[in-house]
């Protein structure tokens, strides 16, 4: 549940976890990680407006209380993995 006044962005999104074994590129690019990747389906949601300085949640997740020993990081459009996994390398 959202705070009220919150932005969320509803539609239909596919997630998918890419590790070494399922990647159909070379495994290297995720460099040594597994990534989670969140997409949203453009034109598959309602009416969203938005302006500029608007917080938008676009989803929220948890770890297991046994995910120890390992680094979380939020991979931005720019990066080396995400342009590889696009192909763009």
């Known amino acids: ?8 962005i509803t ?3 596919r997630a998918q976890r890419i590790s070494a ?3 159909p590129g ?9 990534i989670l990747s969140v997409q949203y389906l453009p034109g598959s949601g309602g009416n969203f407006t938005s302006s ?5 949640v676009f989803f929220t ?3 297991p209380d046994d995910c120890t020993g390992g680094e979380l990081a939020l991979l931005d459009n720019g990066g080396a ?3 590889a996994m696009a192909g763009e390398s």
């Open 81 to 83: 993995i995400v342009a």
């Open 1 to 8: 549940i959202l705070p009220p006044g919150t932005n969320s």
């Open 11 to 13: 539609g239909v999104w």
């Open 21 to 23: 074994a399922n990647y």
């Open 61 to 63: 997740f948890r770890l």
């Open 52 to 56: 500029p300085g608007d917080t938008i």
């Open 26 to 34: 070379d495994p290297a690019d995720l460099q040594g990680n597994d």
